[in-house]
């Protein structure tokens, strides 16, 4: 499979960060094969528009976010207070298509793991169904210990890909505010999951060259084994 799902424990706890700095990363180290990026639904503005400003992916708004709704809300809720429907039908057909044309695929989810994508669907019911190798972006906060725990059971009840586990600084910390917020060995035994590295902060996210060198130094290796 020529593809990876970006996931997380929550919203807004770094997934598109770490999607783009994959992106980053892949177009710096490897021009020559062609990459997507896919954010399968988006409810209001944000990702979408910020892969459009800061990659050249020869891809139109709805090959990236083939489900849009206005309202910045869950989906199924987003979808109901438009009339609509969250078909996704629409998402898979445009999934497969962009496989089949590009080298590989970043897709951003939406929320965490139980996030709801319909009234019956979660996204781990997705990542699951569509057997996507996904990896769990876990923010280094309190109670991020708790969260990758919970994360990883729900991963395993739905047989989720889990390939492991990326930590993700939202603010600045030093290595011994990090150790103690997740440590690795705790995390990685309560999870039985791989750490592949922990992003710093970044007082500039759209920075690609700081961002293509932090991915350099996760465990890229173990990350894309299948």
Known sequence: MNSLLITGTDTEIGKTVLTTALAAYWQKYHSSHSLGIMKP??????????????????????????????APLAPPIAAAKENRDVDLAIVWQSLTKLQRNRDFVLIEA????????????????????WRLPTVLVV??????????????????????????????????????EIEDL?????????????????????????????LAKAVSDLDLEQMFRR
């Not at 939406?110 to 169904?129: F, H, K, R």
């Open 139 to 176: 923010p280094v906060k309190l109670g991020a210990i708790s969260q990758a725990v919970a994360s990883s059971a729900l991963a395993k009840l739905t047989r989720v890909n889990l390939l492991g586990i990326v930590l993700n600084c939202p603010q600045p910390l030093n290595e011994a």
């Open 41 to 70: 639904i988006q409810s209001g503005v944000g990702d979408r528009e910020t892969y459009q400003k800061l990659f050249s992916l020869q891809q139109s708004s709805e090959e990236i976010t083939p489900l849009y709704f206005e």
């Open 182 to 210: 997740t440590p690795v060995a705790l995390i990685q035994s309560l999870t039985n999951l791989p750490i592949f590295g922990c992003l710093p902060y970044f007082d500039n996210p759209n920075d690609l060259e700081k």
């Open 110 to 129: 939406l929320g965490g793991l139980g996030s709801p994508v319909t009234n019956e669907l979660t996204v781990a019911d997705l990542a699951a169904q």
